[in-house]
Nanobody, 126 residues
């Protein structure tokens, strides 16, 4: 599975961005998909995850109510709608896929997901 994230950029605080993660190589319709971020000098952290049917989601406390994860299995793509962005959201955002992890275990196991894509930079100015 190859994953490619896109949609990052520079935005002012309070603004919005929509990230996309396109999968190729094989269908990821049966995989949990997740978004992660890593800021300079910090460890990678889980941002959000969505089950393969989209019926279950997970959000880090820091993004609840501002970010929305969704997926389109027909397009083999997962999205992250980010609203009301804050300077502390500045990071490289990456997507990942795994058939074993669930939204219930994502907080603990998410950083060990099987397939990873290159990230996209999100910069939020104050």
């Amino acid at each position: 599975v190859q994953l490619q994230a896109s949609g990052g950029g520079l935005v002012q605080a309070g603004g919005s961005l929509r990230l996309s993660c396109a999968a190729s190589g094989r269908t990821v319709s049966s995989y949990l998909m997740g978004w992660f971020r890593q800021a300079p000098g910090k460890e990678r952290e889980v941002v959000a995850g969505i089950s393969w049917r989209g019926g279950s989601t997970y959000y880090a406390d820091s993004v609840k109510g501002r970010f929305t994860i969704s997926r389109d299995n027909a397009k083999n793509t997962v999205y992250l709608q980010m609203n009301n962005l804050k300077p502390e959201d500045t990071a490289v955002y990456s997507c990942a896929a795994d058939a074993r992890i669930t939204t219930a275990t994502m907080k603990l196991l998410g950083t060990g997901m099987e397939y990873w894509g290159k990230g996209t930079q999100v910069t939020v100015s104050s």
